[in-house]
């Protein structure tokens, strides 16, 4: 099983509508959850992060559930600049740094290819 | 702006030379990564560095790459001999990690290094 999974996409809807991006993560001892977006030919930025209790961000609303290794956003109100490929981003600890403190990488899901039409 | 810098941006090579990469950092930040991206699997963690030390390149093969970060403003990756199947777009990114979380809770991603194998 891959360490982060997502919807493959590609999702096309109309202006205005709703949308949802799923993802999944297989190590329980990831630490921490982002959504990154990136434009075409263009390298990936952070959206936002994802918390535990749920956050959100104007249209865009980021949850998280620990127990089913789940993460998501969603976007309402769709505009065309919200056309993107949009990643799911994992924080995990690494391994235990010989100087003390553990040590964190950043695993991406492939990505799901957002494309808003007129 | 700080940023993370690149070079070449583009880069055309036959099968067999030798390509080097290049990436400068943002100043100050302690943990740099280099990534693959591809259509097929998307993004990939090939190695990173916290403190100039490398801390895991499992995702790199060992036979032909070879990452290094000679000094705090320099890492590079070097593929040798270079391969059509190393064709993709060769990101570099910076954070300041501390204690398991970054920085405004993101890395900062170059603009890539966009190379073709033929």
């Keep these: 099983r891959k360490e982060v999974e997502q919807d493959p996409g590609p999702f096309n809807v109309p202006e205005g509508a709703t949308v949802a991006f799923n993802c999944t993560y297989s190590n329980s001892a990831s630490q921490s959850f982002f959504w990154y977006r990136q434009d075409c030919r263009k390298e990936p930025k952070l959206l936002m992060s994802v918390y535990s209790s749920g956050n959100e961000d104007g249209r865009f609303t980021a949850q998280l559930n ?15 600049s919200d056309s993107a490929t949009y990643l799911c981003v994992v924080n995990l600890a690494h391994r235990p740094s010989n100087s003390g403190g553990s040590n964190y990488k950043l695993t991406f899901g492939k990505g799901t290819l957002l494309t808003v039409n007129p | 702006d700080a940023r993370v810098t690149q070079t070449p941006r583009h880069k055309v090579t036959e099968m067999g030379q030798e390509v080097t990469m290049r990436c400068q950092p943002i ?9 693959r991206q591809t259509m097929m699997q998307g993004l990939e963690l090939l190695a990173y560095f916290r403190n100039r030390a490398p801390l895991d390149d499992s995702g790199m093969p060992k036979d032909r790459f070879s990452a290094e970060m000679p000094d705090a ?3 590079t990756l070097k593929i040798q001999p270079s391969e059509p ?34």
């Design chain 1, 66 to 80: 620990r127990a089913s290794q789940y993460i998501s956003l969603l976007i309402r109100d769709s505009k065309l």
């Design chain 2, 27 to 35: 100043l100050g930040h302690n943990t740099v990564f280099w990534y």
């Design chain 2, 73 to 75: 403003t320099l890492a």
């Design chain 2, 85 to 118: 199947r190393d064709s993709a777009v060769y990101f570099c990114a910076s954070g300041q990690n501390k204690d398991g979380r970054f920085s405004g809770n993101t890395i900062y991603f170059g603009e890539g290094s966009w190379l073709t194998v033929v």
